[in-house]
């Protein structure tokens, strides 16, 4: 068959997520792939040692496991299994000490308090908080713009959470943040850490946000990660959408979305097939690949093009993977093993590396964000053994390094292996003999990334910055904030779209069910 009710283009969770919804409602769907594999940057790997299981790019799921979208696909009824490290989130420094974020929010306030005095209510406090207002917030997030029952909902709850001084908490930049509420450094640090996630420095509005959202999932859902790798949470999204009648094709590129009469008609494949789609295109690709990219511009509004020539990617990114054959020589031991690490000696640190990536600048100390993989999984590599990863983030266009100009910021192996070594340096100075405990080590520069999923370009993983200029309403360009595009039919449902990046399958639903809406007004019109 070559005409469907739906194809969509790109098969990375936004991607599954929108196939699966669309199926459900009794549409025939193809998913078009240009990888060999579906997932985009959800992907698992043996590449970098037989015996190892690696994610390629994602690796622990928070927002997944809140999110409406993919909690409403039941994918456990598909084989999906999650797992849990012992502690969520550890950040080892320099004097020894670590911060430690457990599941157990009693753990994590006992321990905090051990370090400052009060630091443990301080926490507690904040959780209470979140106890008033998160589920409500998560809904208003993952919702689509404007989030109208979230947001009612939102302000209802708002008295308990604090009313007026918790929203002005939300605007506070993750560093005054942790400042004002913590006296010891462990929970500034766990707040910076979690905002960090982002790409929206430390300093800015939103930062806080992120950092209070991010600290509070990991406190109440933990940091899952997907029994056998997260490949495993796509093949369960793959395996539910054929189940209901998908089809799935791979290794097929899609080169041009035909428009007409300002309704999308079909797409052209790489190898010159043509398929026709009678009622939407979900597009999982990035805005920038979208728009003047697959729809040729003579089909966009002089608005949509002007936009997007100041859309703003979010910064590069430089990941290591390592096999391990014995655990990570901690220098001082974990109270409880994290599968999550960050690395950076300080808050001070942290803010500083962060700017210098905004600033066209790599870092000579760059902030790492860590997994212990088969601490979160034992399947992940044989016992005993660390299944490893970090990564960073670099400058999209680098002006200088400031480690000493040793990194060109060209990206090429020599470049990257360099930028490895300091990274890996990083952690060596935490945990000393790491490097003899290395079987392998593979090294994913800002290239080798997008070589493997072409929406991580130029190295960025969330489509775009997450900086409130880039939120909302103005995601991905000012006046959008929704799945609808310029063209009819044509629906924007990647990392791209509001709520942006990170794997909570949003944007792929929001646009499912934009298309869906779309359909049920056309039959109306057509009975009339
Ligand atoms: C290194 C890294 C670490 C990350 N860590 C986390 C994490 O721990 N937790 C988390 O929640 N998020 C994490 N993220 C972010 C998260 O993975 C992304 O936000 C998410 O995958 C976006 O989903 P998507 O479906 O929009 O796009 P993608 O996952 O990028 O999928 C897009 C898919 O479209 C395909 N495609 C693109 N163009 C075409 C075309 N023309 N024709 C056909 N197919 C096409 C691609 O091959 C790809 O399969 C990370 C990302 C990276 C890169």
Not at 191 to 205: F, R, T
């Amino acid at each position: 068959m070559n005409r469907y009710d739906a194809v969509v283009v790109g098969g990375g969770p936004n991607g599954l997520v929108a196939a699966n919804r669309l199926a459900d409602a009794g549409w025939s769907v193809l998913i078009l792939e240009a990888q060999p594999t579906v997932g985009g940057a959800v992907r698992t790997d043996t590449d970098v040692h037989p015996d190892f299981v690696h994610d390629t790019f994602s690796a622990f799921y928070p927002l997944a496991a809140v999110s409406p979208a993919i909690q409403s696909l039941e994918l456990e009824r598909f084989g999906l299994r999650w797992a849990h490290a012992p502690a969520v989130v550890g950040h080892p420094q320099p004097d020894g000490n670590w911060a430690i974020l457990h599941r157990d929010r009693e753990i994590t306030a006992r321990l905090l308090d051990e370090q400052h005095p009060g630091d443990g209510q301080a926490w507690l406090d904040l959780c209470s908080i979140w106890d008033a207002i998160g589920d409500r917030l998560v809904e208003a997030l993952l919702s689509p713009f404007p989030p109208v029952r979230g947001g009612l909902r939102t302000l209802l709850r708002l008295p308990r959470a604090g009313g007026l001084s918790f929203v002005r908490d939300l605007m506070t930049p993750a560093l005054q943040l942790g400042a004002a509420r913590f006296g010891g450094p462990s929970p500034r640090l766990l707040i910076a850490g979690n905002a960090a996630h982002s790409d929206i420095p430390l300093d800015a509005p939103l930062s806080g946000f992120m950092g209070f959202l991010l600290a509070m999932l990991a406190q109440t859902v933990g940091y899952p990660v997907p029994e056998g790798g997260a490949g495993e949470l796509s093949q369960a999204l793959a395996r539910r959408f054929t189940s209901s009648g998908g089809e799935v094709r791979t290794s097929t590129e899609v080169t041009r979305i035909e428009v007409e009469a300002g309704r999308a008609t079909a797409v052209l494949t790489a190898d010159g097939e043509r398929v026709e789609v009678s009622r939407a295109v979900i597009a999982d690709v990035t805005a920038p690949q979208l728009y003047g990219g697959l729809v040729s511009g003579q089909h966009l509004p002089d608005r949509t093009l002007r936009a997007m020539r100041s859309f703003q990617l979010d910064p590069a990114t430089v990941k290591v993977d390592w096999a391990l054959d014995g655990p990570v020589p901690w220098r001082s031991a974990p109270p409880y093993p994290p599968g999550t690490l960050h690395i950076s000696d300080s808050v001070g640190q942290m803010t500083e590396a962060l700017s210098q990536v905004t600033s066209g600048t790599i870092p000579a100390s760059p902030f790492l964000l860590a997994g212990q993989m088969t601490t979160a999984d034992p399947t992940r590599s044989p016992a005993g053994t660390e299944s490893m990863w970090a990564y960073t983030h670099v400058p999209q266009e680098v002006r200088r390094d400031a480690g000493g100009d040793e990194v060109r910021g060209v990206w090429d192996r020599d470049d990257c292996e360099r930028f490895a070594d300091r990274m890996q340096q990083r952690i060596e100075e935490l945990a000393p003999g790491l490097g003899s405990h290395i079987l392998s080590r593979r090294v994913l520069g800002p290239r080798e990334l997008e070589s493997r999923d072409a929406n991580l370009l130029g190295g960025a993983i969330n489509g775009g910055t997450s900086q409130l200029h880039q939120e909302l309403v103005f995601r991905p360009i000012p006046g959008f904030g929704r799945a609808e595009t310029p063209v009819k039919g044509l629906y924007l449902g990647s990392a791209s779209a509001h709520p942006g990046g990170a794997v909570h399958g949003a944007p792929g639903m929001n646009a499912a069910r934009a298309a869906l809406a779309h359909a049920r007004v056309g039959r109306l019109t057509f009975w009339r």
